[in-house]
C-alpha cells in the first residue's frame, strides 16, 4: 500500500515574490501548506527568478519582495522545522536543469500554453516577447523535476505548467532512458525482490501490457513503493519496466488543486491586490477594523429598519468564511427582518479575523526584529535543498551520458 508517511510523498512549490501576502494567500495556498507540511516532505520556495521573468527592467525590488514573503509564510505557520523553506536563485541547479531540458522542448509546447498569450495581452506594459518569459512554465517544470516531486499543490491557473511538467518528465525519460541492458537488469532487479514479490510485480506487470488494467499499474507502484531491499536505481528501473518504457529518471508530478480562495476581498470581489480590496497579513488591529467597519453592505439597508438580503452583501461572504451554522441563521433572519444592524453584524467578522491574524502578528514581530534569522532559515533551506537538486541532476547527466566527471 501506498502511505501517507512523509518518506513516500514529496511536495514542491513556488511563489512567485511579488510582496507582502493577504488574507486570499491565506485561505488559498498557505493555509494548505502549513497542513501539508505535517503530513509530507515539503519543498516551499520564494520564485525569485520568475518574478525577474515580468520585472526584469526593475528587479531591485525583488529581493526585498522575498524577505516579506518568507516573512508572511512564517507567519501563517509554516515551520523550518517541518519543511525547507528556500529561495530559487540560491539553488542554480534549477536553473542547470532547466538549460538541459530546454533542448529537448519543442517551442510550440510552451507557445500553446494558455497563460503565455494570455498573460502578454495582460502585462502589455511589461513587454514580454522574450525568451525568458516563454521559458517560464519550462523553469517552473524544472522546479519541480529537481526534487523527483510527486506532490504538487497549485491553483487551478497552474494545471497547464503541471501537465507540460509531465510531458517534459515523459520525454526526458523516453530519449535517455533507455540503458542498452534496460531488460536484463530490470529481471535482475525483479529477482531482488524476493519470491512472493516479484511474482506478484510480474502479475501486475503482465495485466496492464495484456490489458491495459491500469488498475494493476497502481497496484505494482504500491508494491514498488514498499520494497525496502531495493536499490534506487533498482526501484526506478522497475517502475518503468512495469508500464513497458524505459527507465524512470524523472518521475511525472501531480498536480493537487488547491480549493480556489474563496476569501472574498472588502467590496465583495475576489480578494486582490490589483483591486485593493485586501487584508494584508500583518495589517495592524485597527486596519483590519476600519476596514471591515466601512464595508458596503446590501444598499436596501440604508436604515436599521430597512430589511436586507445577505445575498447582495460582501459581509455576508465573509461569514460563509468565518462562521458557523448558528450564527449564518443568526444573520440571515436579522438581516432579512431587520432584526440586527450591519455593524452588529459584522463584529463577530471582524473578531474573527482578528482572532486568526493575532497569532500570525506576534510571529511576524519576531521574525521581523530578527531579520538574521530569517536570512538564516533562507540560507540552511537552500543549502538544504541543493543537496537533494544535485542528486537529481547527477542521475540527469548520468542518463545523458553527458559527463566525462560524473
Ligand atoms: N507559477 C507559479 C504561480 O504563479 C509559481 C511557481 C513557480 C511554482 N515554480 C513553481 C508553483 C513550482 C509550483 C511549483 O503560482
Ligand atoms: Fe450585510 Fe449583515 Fe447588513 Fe445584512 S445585516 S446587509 S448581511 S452586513
Known sequence: MIS?????????????STGALHLGHYHGVLKNWVEMQYEHECFFFAADWHALTTHYKDPSQVPQHVTEMVVDWLAAGISPSSSTIFLQSQVPEHAELYLLLSMLTPVSWLERIPTYKDQQE?????DLSTIG???YPLLQAADILIYKADLVPVGEDQVSHIELTREIARRFNFVY?????FEARA??????????????YRNYRKAYQE???KEAILKGQALLDAQRNISVGDRERLFGYLEGISKIILPEPNAILTNASKMPGLDGQK???????????????????KGIRTMPTDPARMRLTDKGDPEKCPVWQLHLVYSDKARREWVQEGCTNAGIGCLECKKPVIEAVQAELDPMRERAVMFEKDPEAV????????EAAREIARETLDDVVEAMRFSNFS
Open 211 to 213: 490489458t491495459g488494467d
Open 375 to 382: 536570512r538564516n532559515i533562507i540560507i540552511e533551506g537552500s
Open 177 to 181: 532512458g533507455k540503458e542498452s541492458d
Open 133 to 135: 518569459f516563454l521559458g
Open 122 to 126: 495582460k502585462l502589455k506594459q511589461h
Open 271 to 289: 480578494m486582490s491586490k490589483s483591486y485593493g480590496n485586501t487584508i494584508p497579513l500583518r495589517s495592524s488591529a485597527d486596519d483590519v477594523d
Open 187 to 200: 529481471e535482475k532487479a525483479i529477482v531482488k525482490m524476493g519470491k512472493k514479490s516479484a511474482k506478484m
Open 4 to 16: 501517507n508517511s512523509k518518506q513516500n510523498h514529496r511536495v514542491v512549490s513556488g511563489m512567485r
